[in-house]
């Protein structure tokens, strides 16, 4: 297996060298390298033989996999039958380069202690990051509040991309949801683009006074409201023609981003548009993608991780929608359309 990196994708794992470095050398000594040695390993009976709990592992694998090094086959949604190989000769040119004498002299070289240089003791469960280092899903107001508007920070990209797709996107529109939608900053530059849409924002009832706050200080605040809800807890709002999820269905396993996928089905009226904009696993990211998996293995309540666009195409098209693309932009959008009455 060979892997040819972009710049883009070269800079970033560089920037995160020592964490890759910490990955392999926990690889080879809790046994991984081992085990994936005399061939294919099954995840449930990997994290078995590890003592390892298997989302941690799962998570901690993707790391090997974002560096070209382990190769994976997800046959379904259980995690535990993913199977795993190892490129010929990883173990043997991770001893040549970080064998054990190296592991035991820098271990105390991370300023990180709780997780960085304890990976071993993070799949095991004997170490891992608190409440205090890391809260998901949040479980105050106030958690969420700071959550919500941490991640309306990072949707330049997306804002970008569905802005260069919009002429296609908005016409004939009329009501636009934004599920998951932060404090409404990407529905307010959806209505910059698209005078005769009115937007509402879908969240916990605790983000309306984000949304709030930025309807107040939009240009259209007449076009710009809030719904109150769990997405967990009951079905979509129904009335609209157009919806999103946007960095949302990442956060989620599969049978999750599945039944969110058909709530979007079954709320949206006959012909509506769903939008779907998150950063997909592509060559170029990943490095980001290895730096999520390495920042939750110690996370047991977390379970981000970057999928292929084809995954969600695939899935839309199960669960009933057509006319299915992805878009390009800095992050790809994919747009889906359900089935006008009759059809």
Same mark, same amino acid.
């Given at each position: ?6 710049? @883009? ?6 920037v995160?060298?020592? #964490? ?11 046994g991984?390298?081992d ?7 099954r995840?449930g009976?990997l994290?078995?033989?590890l003592?390892a ?18 190769? =994976? ?6 995690i535990?039958q993913?199977?795993?190989?190892a ?5 043997d040119a ?5 064998g054990?004498?190296?592991i035991?002299?820098? !271990?105390d070289?991370?300023p ?5 240089? @304890?990976l071993a003791?993070?799949?095991r469960?004997?170490?891992g990051? $608190?409440?205090d280092?890391? /809260?998901?899903p949040?479980?105050?107001?106030e958690?969420t ?10 949707v ?6 569905i802005?260069?797709?919009?002429d ?5 529109r =009329?009501?636009?949801?934004d ?8 529905? /307010?530059r ?5 005078p005769?849409?009115r937007a509402?924002?879908f969240?916990?009832?605790a983000?309306g006074?984000?949304?709030?706050q930025?309807?107040?200080g939009?240009?259209h605040?007449?076009?710009l409201?809030?719904?109150g809800?769990?997405?967990f807890a ?6 609209y023609?157009?919806?999103?999820f ?15 996928v058909e #709530?979007a089905?079954?709320?949206l009226e006959?012909?509506g548009?769903?939008l779907?904009?998150e950063e997909?696993? $592509? ?10 998996s ?6 047991d ?5 970057? !999928?292929?666009a ?6 839309? #098209?199960?669960?009933?929608f057509? =006319?299915?693309?992805v878009l390009?932009?800095g ?6 359309? #359900?089935?006008a009455?009759?059809?």
């Amino acid at each position: 297996m060979s892997v040819t990196l972009s710049p @883009r994708a070269l800079m970033s794992l560089l920037v995160n060298g020592p #964490k890759a470095v910490d990955v392999l050398e926990t690889a080879l000594a809790v046994g991984l390298l081992d085990a994936l040695e005399a061939g294919p390993g099954r995840l449930g009976d990997l994290a078995e033989r590890l003592g390892a709990r298997p989302l941690r592992l799962y998570k901690f694998l993707d790391c090997l996999e974002s560096l070209g090094v382990v190769e =994976r086959d997800e046959p379904g949604d259980d995690i535990a039958q993913a199977v795993y190989r190892a490129v010929p000769g990883l173990k043997d040119a991770v001893l040549s380069v970080v064998g054990p004498d190296a592991i035991e002299r820098d !271990r105390d070289r991370y300023p990180w202690r709780r997780l960085h240089g @304890r990976l071993a003791e993070s799949l095991r469960g004997e170490v891992g990051m $608190t409440e205090d280092d890391f /809260v998901w899903p949040p479980k105050t107001d106030e958690q969420t509040a700071a959550f919500e508007r941490s991640m309306s920070a990072g949707v330049g990209p997306a804002v970008e991309t569905i802005h260069r797709h919009a002429d296609e996107l908005w016409s004939g529109r =009329r009501r636009f949801l934004d599920v998951g939608g932060g404090d409404g900053t990407l529905a /307010v530059r959806v209505l910059d683009d698209a005078p005769d849409l009115r937007a509402d924002v879908f969240n916990l009832p605790a983000v309306g006074p984000l949304v709030e706050q930025t309807r107040a200080g939009c240009g259209h605040p007449d076009r710009l409201g809030f719904v109150g809800g769990d997405f967990f807890a009951g079905p979509l709002p129904t009335g609209y023609d157009a919806m999103a999820f946007v960095r949302v269905l990442h956060d989620w396993p599969n049978d999750v981003a599945r039944r969110l996928v058909e #709530k979007a089905y079954a709320a949206l009226e006959p012909g509506g548009l769903l939008l779907i904009c998150e950063e997909f696993r $592509t060559p170029d990211r990943l490095a980001i993608q290895f730096f999520w998996s390495y920042f939750l293995v110690g996370v047991d309540s977390a379970f981000s991780r970057l !999928r292929e666009a084809e995954w969600y195409t695939g899935l839309l #098209k199960e669960v009933g929608f057509e =006319r299915i693309e992805v878009l390009p932009g800095g992050w790809e959008l994919v747009t889906a359309y #359900k089935p006008a009455t009759g059809a």
